[in-house]
């Protein structure tokens, strides 16, 4: 029994996807209509760079969902694979979005529009160098937890991705952060400074939580032709309405990553297929549990040893 899961952001390179878009009219077409829908150059900035381009939120969001939603439709209409068969469907972050539009919960534009929507609010909420992440590596949830306890009087943050054992990232403001990286390195914890533009997945998203509200609001989620995995409450996703809550619910909150991962496998999954660039989740899954099969599908050769 398999599930497919789709990356979130940090998966992004320059010219992933070209394969396919060399290869398939149809994929040149997702493209077109992509910067259509978008306004923006979204092809070339991922075909050609500047990685600085690709790598601002408003700009990743609907890049990594167009390459993940291409690759999906290149194994349905090239390879007759059906990936629908799947017991479930789901994605860290913005990957959900990926899954929901790839199990035809919502369609391509409506899903595209709503990611460059997304990642406008959620790099706008905060102002730039105003706010961080933090990569935490080799302790547990409850060890940070009694950190951020211990010291709430001295900095706030919270943890903002439950990735795997032992791998965790924290969101706050970049100077609570500094003092967060101090008391970590006081207590022999490693921890990198991620990257990014933006405290993502914390209560510093309130803005752009109030934003997509009104805007998710206005989607026409349909019927899906599979279960999603929630990345809130790390469960079965049951009916539209639910949906648009809990995407809401999203931008602030942790994405229980780990915990999803493990209750698909304790209702029976023991293969897990990454749809998109990277392998990023087939590695947390790998961490989570070293029994099940992963497989990162990034080009043909990839598709080909498909085996479901």
């Known amino acids: 029994m398999f599930s497919v899961i789709f990356p979130g952001q940090g998966s992004q390179i320059v010219a992933m996807g070209k394969e396919f878009y060399d290869k398939h ?40 969902f167009l390459i993940s939603y291409s690759i999906f439709q290149v194994i349905k209409k090239e390879f007759n694979i059906d990936l629908h068969k799947a017991k479930y469907f789901a994605g860290h972050s913005l990957g959900e979005y990926s899954a929901i539009a790839c199990a035809n919960y919502l369609d391509f534009k409506e899903t595209i529009q709503v990611l460059k929507k997304r990642g406008d609010a959620m790099q706008n909420s905060v102002p730039k160098g105003e706010g961080g992440m933090l990569a935490v590596l080799g302790t547990t949830v409850e060890n940070i937890e009694k950190i951020l306890n211990d010291n709430k009087n001295d900095f706030v943050a919270e943890i903002a991705n439950d990735n795997s054992e032992g791998q965790m990232v924290l969101s706050g403001k970049t100077q609570d952060l500094e003092k967060l990286s101090s008391v970590f390195k006081e207590n022999k914890i490693k921890n990198i400074k991620l990257p990014v533009s933006a405290p993502f997945h914390c209560s510093l998203m309130k803005k752009a ?43 602030e909150n942790r994405v229980r990553w780990r915990e999803s991962v493990i209750n698909m496998i304790n ?3 023991n293969e897990f297929i990454e749809i998109g660039p990277g392998k990023v989740l087939s590695g947390l899954v790998k961490r989570i549990n070293k029994e099940v099969v992963v497989s990162s599908i990034n080009n043909e050769d990839d598709i080909k040893s498909i085996k479901i």
Request: hydrophobic share 40%; aromatic share 4%.
């Open 209 to 251: 939580t109030e934003i997509m509200t009104k805007e998710l609001q206005k989607l026409n989620f349909k019927k899906g032709s599979n279960v999603l995995i929630s990345n809130i409450t790390a469960d079965e996703i049951f009916n539209a309405d639910e949906l648009k809550d809990l995407l809401t619910k999203q931008i």
């Open 25 to 64: 009219d149809f994929v040149k077409t997702l493209f077109k209509e992509a910067d259509e829908v978008l306004e923006t150059p979204i092809s070339k900035i991922i075909l050609e760079g500047p990685k600085e381009e690709l790598d601002l939120t408003a700009n990743t969001q609907p890049a990594i």
């Open 267 to 269: 209702k029976g999954v």
